[in-house]
């Protein structure tokens, strides 16, 4: 079978299932397709439903930023003014909004005014470490009370040992050293200053929602997020998609033994268009012949190569105002030819390492879902989770435990050179 035979050119969901890969410009014998390594194995019947298969037994786990998987809020400690007249309150908002902007960005996660029970009113001025005079403070690097959230930090039960005094010179200094007039601190020096400890940052999930607003109350913002996170983490596919993801994986493992058949690691990985479960590529680990032809680097050359024909011959057709060819006749436009793997699943046996992460990360792929995890090495379950990484400028799905003892059973006695 040559490269031309393997990627149709012209059609848009023209499966591949080529047997084992070989990289560019490798002339290698490829094993050949193990014989249920076949889309006919997900294919639907005619009225419509899924062919019986097994049960499954096992359950895709979302792989989530580390911070959004832990029920842990981190705090900050924030300075705090105690308003007993209702009618001082405009004249705290203020005077943060004149002389506080700076500051107030890192506390637009939270609502800047509470109003405990049985309390006074109490406004966010700004977080301690924002003012170069308190930051000095040996007592800011002391840990914090965990219970200093709740009203008594400001009646003086806080770890922090600052006075309202202190709190109040502290922030003069600030405002001096950006040439704020004097007076525009007026208002304070009226109120109690106090330290508090406050949400870090915004909720990332419904508990750290709940233990963050415990201490100070969050902002809207917060809660969506948090339930968004929380949603996702719940995320339940049907049974058809399970049995769907099954056979995919199914055609994975057997990539993977035919890989290890020819002296490779035993991974195989597939690419699946969810909005027509069309196979797209079907490939083995194929780092014997060459070292960074592992199987998703491989799988995403596939796409790559056979979007290159599709793109040539939509050309062609432009060109010429006729088709290329037959199959050419099917071509899109230019302008709606997919780039890469966007909006496309990968379904690997075993968690991509951090180089084929970043490259599927490069393929703008929608959703990953591996079997076996691959300590210390992988890129997406570990220290490292490059999906959701967010310094990036794309981010996936990533899903793990799908079809695992499967998976992890091919490194039984299996060769590991990835
Ligand atoms: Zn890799």
Known sequence: MTEQDELPNAKRHATMLSSSPTPANSQ??????????????????PDGSLPRRTPVDWRPVPVLLAEVESHTMPTARAIVARVDL?????????????????????????RRVRKPSNSVMQVLI??????????????????SDTSSGSDAACNGNSSSSLTSDQLLLGIKSLLQSRGVADDKSQVLESLSLCVTDVPERIAANQQQHAAGNALWPLAHASALTAAKNSALAEMLFSDDELQRMDGYMDIAIAQAQAARA?????????????????????VG???????????????????ADAQRQEYLAALQQGENGAPAS?????????????????????????EPCVMCSMALVHSRVGRVFFGTPHPDMGGLAGARRIHAEPKLNHHFLAFRGVAERRCAALFCDGADTE
């Open 28 to 45: 290698s014998q490829r094993p050949s397709l193990p014989s249920n390594a076949s889309t006919s194995a997900l294919s639907e019947s």
């Open 326 to 350: 037959a199959e050419a006749g099917n071509s899109r436009p230019v302008a709606e030819l997919p780039y890469l793997c966007t909006s496309y699943d990968l379904y690997i046996t075993r």
């Open 86 to 110: 209702p009618k001082q309150m405009s004249a705290v908002i203020a005077f943060i909004q004149q002389c506080m902007q700076p500051e107030s960005a890192r506390l637009e996660h939270l």
């Open 262 to 282: 020819q002296g490779n690691s035993p991974i195989g990985a597939v690419v699946v268009d969810p909005a027509t479960n069309t196979i797209l590529a079907s």
């Open 285 to 303: 680990d194929c780092s014997r012949e060459h070292t960074l032809a592992h199987a998703a680097m491989v799988a995403i050359a596939r796409v």
């Open 126 to 143: 700004c977080l301690v470490d924002s003012v170069p005079l308190l930051r000095t403070h040996h007592e800011i690097s002391t840990p």
